[in-house]
């Protein structure tokens, strides 16, 4: 598929890898969700052939036992067997539930993530308490917890980041929250995990997690307003997307009019790895392509296609939106 985004396509995607498996954990708590996984798998599949072959025995052996010895070993292999290492698996899975549902403490980054069908609303707490939009990515820094609350506007959605925590679901009206520390830098993939309607497939999206000084340059660019355009064409592209009517649906923080809440916020749309969360690298191209048919690429969506923009208004438009970085 030429739409999904490759390593070929864009050199920002080398090295991904990987990027959303719980077999590459790049967390605290995903390491510990990893070793417990293996722990019950191993235990699992002693335990089954154990019992295989307990069963070949029986059937090659029957009627050889007096009822006695039948009788200690049901006991042993029925119920002290059993009992022992459920026992251990339970004290192992309660310990890990308990580190990685610890809270995230003082000096975590807090997030809040509203999920609607299919994209993926996202607000940072700045330093000062204040709320910085953006959509469809994450940005982290490396070693430092993170405490995401999720709820969501429409039906229920499951935020999961495979390498870096467990999932969580997003259900109207109600909070939760989910926390973890990435101690390893890279890019990874989110995806809904919770089938919520036609393009529940293409509800992406990436997490980008880099090292504190980044991450804290990213969060002060993000709290900016859209720069202004300079050349032209940019210039046309910014009165295209006021003509349109494109902000009763998207933000863009500084274009006056532009503060709708519909669809994902645009302020620093040209920042992001993807558009149409996380299913299209987001190119100039891409984005065009989005405007003009997004029905095509996404059906379902709420953003109607724009497919009678003509081409010069609709390039200026899509150079306009990459230019937002
Ligand atoms: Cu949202 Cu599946």
Request: glycine share 8%.
């Amino acid at each position: 598929m030429g739409w999904q985004i490759t390593s070929q396509s864009n050199p920002r995607y080398d090295s991904m890898q990987g990027i959303q498996s719980v077999f590459e954990p790049r967390s605290i708590q995903a390491d510990a969700i990893l070793a417990l996984s293996n722990w019950v798998f191993a235990a699992g599949s002693l335990i089954f052939v154990l019992v295989m072959a307990l069963l070949a025995w029986a059937i090659i052996s029957r009627r050889r036992h007096p009822p006695l010895r039948n009788t200690v070993f049901i006991a042993i292999g029925g119920f002290a067997f059993p009992a022992v290492t459920l026992s251990i698996l339970m004290v192992f899975t309660v310990l890990v539930s308990l580190h990685i549902t610890s809270p995230a403490g003082e000096n975590a980054v807090r997030i809040h993530v509203t999920g609607h069908m299919w994209w993926w609303e996202v607000q940072y707490e700045g330093p000062d308490g204040e709320r910085i939009e953006t959509a469809n990515e994450l940005h982290l820094p490396i070693d430092r917890p993170v405490s995401i609350t999720v709820t969501s506007e429409d039906v229920i959605h499951s935020f999961w980041i495979p390498s870096l925590a467990g999932k969580v679901d997003m259900i109207p009206g109600h909070v939760n929250e989910i926390t973890f520390t990435p101690t390893e830098a890279g890019v990874m993939r989110g995806q809904c995990a919770e089938y919520c309607g036609l393009q529940h497939a293409k509800m992406a999206f990436y997490v980008v997690v880099e090292p504190a000084e980044q991450f804290d340059q990213w969060l002060e660019e993000q709290a900016q307003p859209a720069v202004e355009p300079v050349p032209d064409l940019l210039k046309a592209g910014q009165q295209a997307f006021v003509d349109q009517g494109c902000g009763s649906c998207h933000a863009v923080r500084g274009l006056p009019g532009a503060v709708g809440q519909i669809g994902p916020d645009l302020t620093h749309v040209g920042s992001r790895l993807s558009i149409g969360a996380g299913w299209l690298d987001g190119s100039v191209g891409n984005l065009a392509g989005w405007i003009a048919s997004s029905q095509h690429i996404k059906p379902g969506n709420r953003m109607p296609s724009f497919d009678r923009l003509d081409g010069k208004t609709l390039r200026a438009l899509a150079a306009w939106l990459e230019s937002l970085e």
